[in-house]
């Protein structure tokens, strides 16, 4: 092997050298995804988008119906759903590749890679009455906070059994919230942890805990 080929190059004591997997990507230049919602499924999954109802647009021909779009990572249209449904608060992907979105009227819809829907359910008659202010995702269920800062979880999509976690006794709406899933907590469920003007909160299904940290508000966090 003539490892002074230009195509190898060296880290340490060993050689490496890269491919292109794809000759050219298929994306399309109406994905803007600057003016989108973006949800990427792990593992070079597909990756969905939809038009960012809180952004503003300039004004063009294009129509402004959101649209859900499902691309493969390597650009390839999968699935074209116009959305007719509530506004989308946040989507994300299930660890059946399932898009899940919820909704502000305290709906969840999945759909699967292709665009089929496969399950709609709601989060109780709180989040019915209240809506959904905010929510996260991961891959085996979902936390979302609703209209009157109570926090709402699903932990299995399959069967999906919305329950209504302690109250966090929020004043206002959190700056950020994160979630731990329940296979890396120490209470073997789902952790939220929620960021608010004079601490940090941490909510399980024992109950709320205000976290002894000096730093903050924190306007973003990631676990």
């Given at each position: 092997m003539d490892f002074g080929a230009s195509s190898w190059n060296r880290l340490q004591d060993r050689y490496y050298r890269k491919f292109d997997v794809y000759e050219s990507l298929s994306w399309s230049p109406a994905v803007n995804v600057g003016q989108c919602k973006v949800a990427g499924a792990p593992h070079a999954g597909p990756i969905a988008t939809i038009?960012?109802?809180?952004?503003?647009?300039?004004?063009?021909?294009?129509?402004?119906?959101?649209?859900?779009?499902?691309?493969?990572?390597?650009?390839?249209?999968?699935?074209?759903?116009?959305?007719?449904?509530?506004?989308?608060?946040?989507?994300g992907w299930s660890d059946a590749q399932n898009l899940v979105c919820i909704l502000s009227n305290g709906q969840v819809v999945v759909f699967s890679t292709l665009g089929e829907e496969l399950q709609r359910f709601t989060l109780g008659e709180e989040a019915k009455e209240f809506g959904?202010?905010?929510?996260?995702?991961?891959?085996?269920?979902?936390?979302?906070?609703?209209?009157?800062?109570?926090?709402?979880?699903?932990?299995?999509?399959?069967?999906?059994?919305?329950?209504?976690?302690?109250?966090?006794?929020?004043g206002v709406s959190p700056y950020c919230m994160a979630i731990l899933e329940p296979s890396y907590s120490h209470s073997r469920d789902v952790e939220v942890l929620l960021s608010t003007p004079s601490s940090l909160i941490a909510v399980d299904i024992m109950g709320r805990q205000e976290l002894d940290i000096a730093q903050g508000p924190f306007t973003r966090m990631t676990v």
């Amino acid at each position: 092997m003539d490892f002074g080929a230009s195509s190898w190059n060296r880290l340490q004591d060993r050689y490496y050298r890269k491919f292109d997997v794809y000759e050219s990507l298929s994306w399309s230049p109406a994905v803007n995804v600057g003016q989108c919602k973006v949800a990427g499924a792990p593992h070079a999954g597909p990756i969905a988008t939809i038009r960012d109802t809180g952004k503003i647009l300039r004004v063009s021909s294009e129509p402004l119906e959101a649209v859900l779009k499902i691309h493969s990572c390597s650009g390839n249209l999968l699935a074209e759903i116009s959305w007719q449904d509530d506004r989308l608060v946040e989507m994300g992907w299930s660890d059946a590749q399932n898009l899940v979105c919820i909704l502000s009227n305290g709906q969840v819809v999945v759909f699967s890679t292709l665009g089929e829907e496969l399950q709609r359910f709601t989060l109780g008659e709180e989040a019915k009455e209240f809506g959904i202010d905010s929510a996260l995702i991961w891959g085996g269920g979902l936390v979302a906070l609703t209209g009157n800062l109570q926090l709402v979880a699903v932990t299995n999509f399959s069967t999906p059994k919305p329950r209504k976690l302690p109250d966090p006794e929020l004043g206002v709406s959190p700056y950020c919230m994160a979630i731990l899933e329940p296979s890396y907590s120490h209470s073997r469920d789902v952790e939220v942890l929620l960021s608010t003007p004079s601490s940090l909160i941490a909510v399980d299904i024992m109950g709320r805990q205000e976290l002894d940290i000096a730093q903050g508000p924190f306007t973003r966090m990631t676990v």
